[in-house]
């Protein structure tokens, strides 16, 4: 059983017009129905190969490349993994068996010459001040942030949601919201202790104006798991607070 020409469509226009959320979910819910279509795996791994999702994609395009022959653009996808892994022997396999392709694009041709440039300098794109070769697009904090949100209801492992907040955390290090969220998704995954290193210097007042219910029950959590007493009956005070708030506008 395969997808759909439809379905595929619809999740090649997500990766061309770069709705990468949409994307991620499609492709989580094709390959759920259809696990060996290869084409839905290739895909995958192209989209996140624009998120820089590294293992993530290369996972997808290593699984599409036992079901398919792999595009050429996908080819590419699946060396820039191996350079971000420093699998540079077997990125450089890929890269010339490429430049060595008659009826590879003159677009995909420039890039793949650019590679192998660099690898021929013996630069590690890890340590390179221009990793522009290797990276996709400047994703924003929210964008790292919403994916995480939408790869945590599709079941994806905790470790590739736990990335994409950091991600988030790391791109806007003073946004509060993405540091209770990583807290408080560490406290669902039974590592509140872990989460509470992201929340230890939220201020009381802070505290006092949040109005989700669960973000501050498994802050609860997480204050109880740090041992911070003070911020653990903030919490609980609020959580009642945001009770009789919503019981008055339900009147």
């Known amino acids: 059983m395969y997808a759909a020409e439809k379905d595929l469509d619809k999740l090649t226009q997500s990766y061309e017009k770069k709705r990468w959320d949409e994307g991620v979910c499609l492709t989580q819910s094709l390959l759920k129905q259809f696990p060996h279509d290869g084409r839905v795996w290739e895909l995958s791994g192209l989209i996140f190969r624009e998120l820089t999702s590294y293992k993530l994609a290369q996972g997808a395009l290593e699984t599409a490349n036992t079901l398919i022959p792999l595009s050429d653009q996908a080819q590419l996808a699946l060396a820039d993994c191996y350079l971000h892994v420093g699998q540079r022997e077997l990125a450089g396999e890929m890269l010339q068996f490429l430049s060595e392709n008659a009826g590879i694009s003159s677009t995909l041709q420039s890039e793949v010459e650019e590679r192998l440039q660099k690898l021929s300098a013996a630069v590690d ?27 945590g209801h599709l079941g994806y492992p905790p470790e590739c949601v736990e990335q994409e907040i950091l991600r988030a955390i790391e791109l806007a290090p003073d946004c509060l919201e993405y540091r209770i ?71």
């Open 125 to 151: 794109p890890k340590d390179d001040g221009d990793q522009s070769a290797y990276h996709g697009p400047k994703l924003t904090a929210e964008h790292h942030y919403n994916l995480a949100h939408s790869m």
């Open 181 to 251: 969220g990583l807290a408080g998704f560490l406290s669902q995954v039974h590592r509140a202790e872990e989460g509470y290193q992201y929340v230890a210097k939220l201020s009381l007042f802070e505290i006092s104006q949040l109005q989700c219910e669960c973000c501050l029950e498994r802050l609860v959590k997480v204050f109880h798991a740090g041992g911070d007493h003070c911020r653990l009956l903030a919490c609980m005070d609020r959580v009642e607070e945001v009770k009789r708030e919503q019981r008055k506008g339900s009147v």
